[in-house]
């Protein structure tokens, strides 16, 4: 029977050889037909090698006809290689871009997400009819697929699984539920503050003591003038115009600081110069 | 340019068709470990089918699969184990198919070479690889 094939196919490559140099010169559309007919079976065995990758294998026919009748346009029989050594890899090559335009490269196609969850799915579903976990080989029967696949599936799916950042996670039994987004890292705004707080109290520290805790008292404790003047026991006037040369200060002490920096960050640039 | 050695693995099955399927999830395994885009994880897998399936003929009772793993690359070795026993040997395999596997291990593939002592195949694939 091997003998059967191998001269059926010895025929067929006699066959396709008078084919390929006969469309190389007359570019027959009937001689191109018989061409791509012929060979279908290879398209289909190379289409069927890429079939687990979560596409259907008709698609990959399709996709590997348009390689093989590309194959078929170019190939040059004056140069005395095998038409199939030819073919293969422009078949291949177009079933690869098929994918690669799919955007596979980047995410894991959706039937592959999809086959995972249903592995999941069908494992629940026999767990509770079996009374027991089901073997790979089950769950395989079931979903007509073979036992590696549903294993791979197993082993490595969970990361296949795409993830909502605003998906909950669990919080034990507390009803505050938190999301993905919660722990994603953000910038800290109070960083810009802690600039701020430090240049304040440079300002701060420019001030008698007195006067320190007279603005303390008012700015920090919302305390009101007269409140103030109780605790430092000056009169409300006094707190009024002590208040008012506080600030002055303090906004010189700032002006002064800025120009200071002004002119090092001057200084830096020019040094940049030549 | 870099290519450090980073690791070895090696997997040694039964020279039969039913042991293919381990050699496919070692290979899924490992990509996923290297994290290989999915598309070389697939190309890997059927490289190393069509590898062994190549080597399954030739009479030996085992084959090796060896991954060698750098920064800047991917190799894996596939060789027959011990003395290839000419009876086990089926030398009426199809050597048009044979031929085709080769062709489609080069398609997928960045280089495929054959060795002769023992018998085996070579395959490579140029990819970037963080070890951590």
Known sequence: ?274 | MSDTKLWNIQLRVPAEPEFLGIVRLACAGIAHRLGLDHEVSEDFKLAATEACGHLLNLGSQEIEISWDISSDSVALQVTTVGELDAELADDEADLEWKEIGLLLIKSVMDEVLETTSPPGLRLVKKTEINDD
């Open chain 1, 1 to 274: 029977m091997t003998e059967e094939k191998s001269g059926e196919s010895r025929w067929d490559r006699e066959r396709a050889r008078q084919l390929l140099a006969s469309y190389a010169t007359d570019r027959d559309p009937k001689v191109k037909d018989e061409l791509v007919a012929q060979h279908l079976n290879l398209v289909r065995y190379l289409a069927g090698k890429f079939s687990n990758r979560g596409e259907n294998l008709e698609d990959l026919v399709q996709v590997g006809c348009l390689g093989l009748i590309k194959a078929i346009e170019r190939f040059d029989p004056e140069r005395g290689t095998e038409f199939t050594t030819y073919a293969t890899p422009t078949i291949v090559g177009e079933i690869k871009r098929h994918f690669r335009d799919k955007g596979w490269a980047i995410k894991v196609p959706r039937r592959l997400q999809e086959f995972n969850a249903s592995v999941a799915k069908t494992t629940e579903e026999l767990t509770s009819a079996l009374g027991r976990v089901p073997s790979p080989d089950e769950i395989a029967k079931k979903l007509e697929v073979s036992p590696e696949d549903v294993l791979e599936a197993q082993e490595l799916g969970q990361s296949y699984n795409l993830l909502s950042i605003d998906s909950e996670l669990d919080a034990d039994d507390s009803r505050k539920t938190s999301s993905l987004l919660d722990y994603l890292g953000r910038d800290d705004f109070q960083l810009e503050q802690v600039e701020d707080r430090l240049a304040l109290h440079r300002a701060f520290s420019s001030l008698p003591s007195r006067e320190r805790l007279l603005m303390y008292l008012r700015f920090f404790e919302n305390r009101s003038q007269s409140e103030v003047a109780k605790v430092l026991n000056i009169s409300q006037m006094h707190v009024s115009r002590l208040q008012a040369r506080s600030l002055e200060t303090m906004r010189q002490a700032l002006s002064q600081q800025r120009n200071r920096g002004e002119r090092s960050g001057k200084r830096r640039k020019s040094r940049k110069q030549p």
